[in-house]
């Protein structure tokens, strides 16, 4: 018999299960980690070294939460963001080489263009 550990995650409504965003956490943000569109603003990937300010997606181009998720475009790189959550978060160099070519798994509010080095994609 297995155990069912206090979560923070609110348990869905089977009649909920197949409405994106449904899922919640305590704090109301998506726990689906889907990527389902991205920045229209941007063709290619966004260059952490040329940003002259921090990169924040315009209104409509993030969740219904406000965050969105970065694809890490370069290996070896360092990538300076905001959570969800509001706190300055350091995506290391070897972090960054583990999800190369891959959404980073966390929602985000912003990219910080000062400290970022690598290039990434932005999803929704």
Excluded: H
């Amino acid at each position: 018999m297995s155990v069912t550990l206090d979560t923070p995650f609110k348990k869905p409504e089977c009649g909920n299960m197949y409405i994106l965003g449904q899922l919640k956490d305590v704090l109301g943000g998506l726990v689906n980690l889907q990527v389902v569109g991205t920045d229209p603003d941007y063709v290619g990937p966004i260059d952490g070294l040329a940003l002259t300010d921090d990169y924040v997606p315009a209104s409509g181009n993030v969740n219904p939460d406000g965050t969105f998720m970065i694809a890490i475009e370069t290996g070896a790189a360092v990538y300076v963001v905001v959570l969800a959550d509001g706190t300055q978060f350091t995506i290391t160099a070897v972090q960054s080489t583990a999800y190369l070519g891959q959404w980073y798994p966390a929602r985000l509010l912003r990219v910080i263009a000062d400290g970022t080095t690598g290039s990434f994609s932005v999803g929704y």
